[in-house]
């Protein structure tokens, strides 16, 4: 069979117009913050948001300046958010070492396993944290 | 010169008038309230890749592809947008993510204006809501890209 570009544009088209049908959004606050901490570890609550009339999945992740991931725990580190809902979601940071640490915390929108979407959103918050004492 | 008693019908006049119903007494009830300062992100739609005449490209300007929309709204001016291209395809038939290049682009309307601008570099958002449309091209550098159906995701950030 003869592959043309309509062809292949066709095949595109076609596994992308499932994920039309399901649009993903969501928020979070707060995105930006400054932490004190006296251990070497130090906690933000985020909460995630979703403001539209229906469920999203979203995960949250934490990232250092460059975007490389930070071993962080994280407090459910996926949550199903109801219409209009927020969730409290509590990040452990650690120091390692520093005394002074910048990360982002990002909100990500997880797809339906039947419905993909092929956009995906990030939404990230700028929190510093100095270690006290 | 007027007398005592000349005063004494105006005096009456002015207690009959106070003797109308009560004053009303105003009352304040303060009302206060918190936005905080976010940034929601919404897929609209999602994009559609077409292939390039030579078919070794994959992008959505390209006739037949339809970009992905999104809109922002912010309550805040300090935040910033960008989209982060996928390194290979979700989804792809065999060969077809060997050798691939793709770029992300978008531009903004209404809150944010701003042209096409490469999706790594950051734009800051306009207070209120702006609509973005992103853009994805996939090249392939070793021929011409397999048929089958393909998909990628491109990742837009606020932050």
Same mark, same amino acid.
């Given at each position: 069979? +003869? ?28 995105? +930006?913050? *400054?932490?004190?901490? !006296? ?7 985020? !909460? ?6 229906? +469920? ?9 300046? =460059? !975007? ?9 580190? *996926? ?19 520093? =005394? *002074? ?6 909100? *990500?929108?997880?797809?339906? =396993?039947?419905?993909?979407? +092929? &956009? ?11 270690? &006290?004492? | ?51 390039? /005449? ?37 989804? /792809? ?14 531009? $903004? ?27 994805? /091209? ?13 998909? $990628? ?7």
């Amino acid at each position: 069979m +003869r592959v043309t570009p309509g062809l292949i544009a066709l095949a595109v088209a076609g596994s992308m117009a499932v994920s039309a049908t399901q649009a993903h959004a969501q928020a979070m606050s707060p995105m +930006r913050g *400054e932490v004190k901490s !006296f251990t070497d570890e130090f906690v933000v609550r985020v !909460f995630p948001a979703n403001p539209y009339p229906h +469920r999203i999945r979203v995960e949250v992740k934490v990232y250092d300046e =460059t !975007f490389a991931p930070v071993p962080a725990r994280v407090a459910p580190g *996926e949550v199903m958010l109801a219409p209009e809902d927020n969730r409290g979601v509590l990040v452990v940071v650690p120091f390692e070492g520093r =005394t *002074e640490r910048k990360v982002r915390i990002c909100t *990500e929108s997880i797809p339906f =396993t039947n419905t993909p979407t +092929r &956009l995906r959103t990030q939404v990230c918050g700028r929190f510093i944290a100095y270690r &006290l004492g | 010169m007027r007398t005592p008693f000349a005063i004494l019908p105006i005096a009456i006049a002015a207690l009959a008038l106070a003797a109308s119903p009560a004053r009303a007494v105003d009352a304040i009830v303060p009302f206060t309230g918190l936005v905080t300062s976010t940034c929601v992100l919404t897929v609209g739609t999602p994009g559609v890749l077409a292939a390039g /005449a030579g078919l070794d490209t994959l992008s959505s300007s390209a006739a037949g592809g339809i970009p992905g929309t999104v809109t922002a709204l912010t309550t805040g001016s300090n935040f910033r947008i960008s989209t982060i291209a996928p390194s290979n395809f979700s989804i /792809a038939p065999p060969g077809g993510g060997d050798g691939v290049n793709f770029s992300a682009s978008y531009r $903004a309307t209404g809150a944010t204006s701003i042209g096409d601008t490469l999706g790594l570099n950051e734009t800051r958002l306009g207070l209120g809501v702006s609509i973005l449309t992103v853009n994805l /091209a996939a090249q392939k550098s070793g021929g011409a890209f397999p048929g089958g159906a393909y998909a $990628a995701e491109v990742v837009v950030r606020c932050e």
